[in-house]
């Protein structure tokens, strides 16, 4: 029986339309989103257009800074610094990757933690374990939509989330542990992957290696959440999921693209509306 699969964009649709109702309770007054980068990297600026697009949709302006090749740690900091001051920005994103040289974690944390709508400060981070964050990180709480929109009961459900990042998988883990779920996390020094997959009801895949987790790994009727984001033989983008086979196993299944991707951008600009104070 093939899988039900998670349309990404549908939610995140729903998403924005919600937001959208939000942001005009809030007056007409800029709100604005400042997306920082350092050089130009195509992969990016796709991103960065789609987070435009649906920012507009919001009533959010996104303001784009490309700051030159080149660019030293301390200069990054400097215009961060001077985001943080200014009142009409809500929020502060750093585009990836960052040149060598340029620590991402100094840079997170340079962002004044009520405009972090990544979620990546190491006070929201923190705040996470305590179950009160002001700003999850959006794929991560994009994950927990995801799971969410399937209906499954997470209490004592048997979630495998493969991948430990500190910006997804170690969050994800601990945002489903705050639903009951009995979480297991797998990385690269788990010995035998399949055998924890295999039983799991709810599988996260976190790597960003295609094809990693194929059919018989899953057991039959699981939720399977895929976040990666690789680039496929054909030049297309791909999951760390093998579709097809799991597909033919799962009982839910989100594709990639339009799964997780559309969501995570819909999650940040609902931190967005937050750091501007509405209640959404
Ligand atoms: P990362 O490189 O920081 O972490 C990779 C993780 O995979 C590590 O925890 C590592 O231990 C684990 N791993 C590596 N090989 C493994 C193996 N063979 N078996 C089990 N575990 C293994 O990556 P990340 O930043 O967490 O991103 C993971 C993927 O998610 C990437 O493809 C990235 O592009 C994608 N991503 C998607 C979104 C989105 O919104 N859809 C957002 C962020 C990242």
Same mark, same amino acid.
């Given at each position: 029986?093939?899988? $039900?699969?998670?349309?990404?964009?549908?939610?995140?649709?729903?998403?924005?339309?919600?937001?959208? @109702?939000? /942001?005009?309770?809030?007056?007409?007054?800029?709100? /604005?989103?400042?997306?920082?980068?350092?050089?130009?990297?195509?992969?990016?600026?796709?991103?960065?257009?789609?987070? $435009?697009?649906?920012?507009?949709?919001?009533?959010?302006?996104?303001?784009?800074?490309?700051?030159?090749?080149?660019?030293?740690?301390?200069?990054?900091?400097?215009?961060?610094?001077?985001?943080?001051?200014?009142?009409?920005?809500?929020?502060?994103?750093? $585009?990836?990757?960052?040149?060598?040289?340029?620590?991402?974690?100094?840079?997170?944390?340079?962002?004044?933690?009520?405009? @972090?709508?990544?979620?990546? *400060?190491?006070?929201?981070?923190?705040?996470?374990?305590? /179950?009160?964050?002001?700003?999850?990180?959006?794929?991560?709480?994009?994950?927990?939509?995801?799971?969410?929109?399937?209906?499954?009961?997470?209490?004592?459900?048997?979630?495998?989330?493969?991948? =430990?990042?500190?910006?997804?998988?170690?969050?994800?883990?601990?945002?489903?542990? *705050?639903?009951?779920?009995?979480?297991?996390?797998?990385?690269?020094?788990?010995?035998?992957?399949?055998? =924890?997959?295999?039983?799991?009801?709810?599988?996260?895949?976190?790597?960003?290696?295609?094809?990693?987790? *194929?059919? @018989?790994?899953?057991?039959?009727?699981?939720?399977?959440?895929?976040?990666?984001?690789?680039?496929?033989?054909?030049?297309?983008?791909?999951?760390?999921?093998?579709?097809?086979?799991?597909?033919?196993?799962?009982?839910?299944?989100?594709?990639?693209?339009?799964?997780?991707?559309?969501?995570?951008?819909?999650?940040?600009?609902?931190?967005?509306?937050?750091?501007?104070?509405?209640?959404?």
């Amino acid at each position: 029986m093939p899988a $039900q699969l998670i349309d990404g964009k549908l939610v995140a649709a729903r998403i924005r339309q919600r937001l959208a @109702d939000a /942001r005009r309770s809030l007056g007409s007054g800029p709100i /604005r989103l400042c997306s920082l980068e350092v050089g130009q990297n195509p992969a990016a600026a796709v991103y960065v257009r789609n987070q $435009q697009r649906a920012a507009a949709e919001c009533g959010i302006e996104m303001e784009v800074q490309n700051l030159p090749v080149g660019t030293t740690e301390a200069e990054l900091i400097a215009t961060i610094g001077n985001l943080n001051r200014r009142t009409e920005v809500a929020g502060v994103i750093v $585009q990836r990757p960052l040149p060598p040289g340029i620590d991402p974690r100094a840079v997170q944390s340079a962002i004044d933690p009520h405009k @972090d709508v990544e979620g990546m *400060h190491p006070a929201n981070m923190g705040s996470i374990l305590y /179950r009160e964050p002001m700003f999850p990180p959006c794929t991560a709480a994009a994950a927990q939509q995801l799971i969410l929109e399937t209906g499954i009961d997470l209490r004592g459900a048997e979630t495998v989330v493969v991948g =430990h990042s500190e910006i997804v998988g170690k969050p994800i883990a601990v945002l489903l542990l *705050h639903h009951l779920s009995t979480v297991t996390v797998c990385h690269i020094g788990t010995r035998k992957l399949v055998d =924890h997959t295999r039983r799991a009801d709810i599988v996260v895949v976190a790597v960003g290696r295609a094809g990693l987790v *194929h059919g @018989d790994m899953i057991k039959p009727g699981a939720v399977v959440i895929d976040i990666g984001i690789n680039q496929g033989p054909d030049g297309r983008i791909v999951g760390d999921v093998e579709f097809a086979s799991v597909a033919q196993v799962a009982g839910f299944l989100t594709p990639v693209p339009g799964g997780v991707g559309p969501v995570t951008v819909a999650m940040l600009l609902r931190n967005t509306l937050r750091a501007a104070g509405a209640q959404v």
